[in-house]
C-alpha cells in the first residue's frame, strides 16, 4: 500500500470544509440581540423585557413582577405556553404576532437563526 505524500494530505486537507456552528452557538450569537432588554439569568428590574430563562414552555406573559403590556396580556390568552413553534412565529415578527406590543424589535427574519435561537433559549 502506498503512503500519501505531504503534498496530498495537504491538498486533501483543503478540500475538506470546516463544520457549520452548532444551532446552540448560532444562536447564542443571535441572542446578542436580546440581550441588551432580556436576561438569561431570571428576573432583572435593570432590564426592559421580562427575563427569558427557562424560557421554552413557559407561560406566556407570566414572569411575576414585570408590568406586561395589554397586548402581550391578550396575546397569553390566545397562546399560553412559549412553545418552540410560538417562539419562532413570534420572533419571527412580534409586531404581527402581537400587535401593540411594546417590544422595540423588528424580528429575527432568518428562520435558521429563530431556530437556532430558540435552542439555545431552551438550554437556557
Not at 452548532?22 to 440581540?33: D, F, I, L, N
Not at 440581550?35 to 411575576?64: F, K, M, N, W
Not at 431556530?115 to 439555545?120: K, P
Request: proline share 10%; with cysteine.
Amino acid at each position: 500500500m502506498r503512503r500519501a505524500g505531504p503534498l496530498a494530505l495537504v491538498a486533501a486537507a483543503a478540500c475538506v470544509q470546516a463544520a457549520p456552528p452548532a444551532p446552540v452557538a448560532v444562536g447564542e450569537r443571535v441572542y446578542q440581540k436580546c440581550y441588551a432588554c432580556h436576561s438569561l439569568e431570571g428576573p432583572d428590574p435593570s432590564t426592559q423585557g421580562p427575563s427569558l430563562r427557562a424560557i421554552v414552555g413557559r407561560a406566556v406573559a407570566a414572569e411575576p413582577g414585570f408590568a406586561y403590556s395589554p397586548a402581550m396580556r391578550l396575546y397569553a390568552v390566545k397562546q399560553p405556553r412559549w412553545t418552540r413553534e410560538s417562539l419562532d412565529t413570534f420572533l419571527a415578527d412580534p409586531q404581527a404576532t402581537a400587535p401593540g406590543n411594546e417590544m422595540g424589535f423588528f424580528g429575527v427574519r432568518d428562520p435558521e437563526e429563530r431556530h437556532s435561537l430558540i435552542e439555545f433559549l431552551s438550554r437556557s
